[in-house]
Nanobody, 123 residues
Framework: VQLQASGGGSVQAGGSLRLSCVAS????????IGWFRQVPGKEREGISC????????HYADSVKGRFTISRDNAKNTVYLQMNSLKPEDTAVYVC?????????????????WGRGTQVTVSS
């Protein structure tokens, strides 16, 4: 099972980035996919998740209204569009595959984790 997040970078506050999570060796279409972020010294934060068919999405309050999760199962990819970025969004962003069919942002509900991508937002 391999997941790879990409699309991170350095932007100024107010800018935008689109992250991609691509799966190899399995089809994303059958799974809930979540996006998490990690800052050294802090707990991993579940920021968004999307159901297998995309009909259900959830967001952390910290990103609601600014971030949008979507998926293209034909491309085996889940996206995270991040707008109006703030310095506090700086983190390593990681995508993960859900271990159950229920959409949740709880890290313990995910069984496969990809390599992250760094997002740095400067003020």
């Amino acid at each position: 099972v391999q997941l790879q997040a990409s699309g991170g970078g350095s932007v100024q506050a107010g800018g935008s980035l689109r992250l991609s999570c691509v799966a190899s060796e399995f089809s994303l279409a059958n799974y809930v996919i979540g996006w998490f972020r990690q800052v050294p010294g802090k707990e991993r934060e579940g920021i968004s998740c999307i159901s297998s068919r995309g009909g259900s999405t959830h967001y952390a309050d910290s990103v609601k209204g600014r971030f949008t999760i979507s998926r293209d199962n034909a491309k085996n990819t889940v996206y995270l569009q991040m707008n109006s970025l703030k310095p506090e969004d700086t983190a390593v962003y990681v995508c993960a595959r859900g271990a159950s069919p229920y959409s949740t942002r709880r890290p313990e509900s995910y069984d496969s984790w990809g390599r992250g991508t760094q997002v740095t937002v400067s003020s």
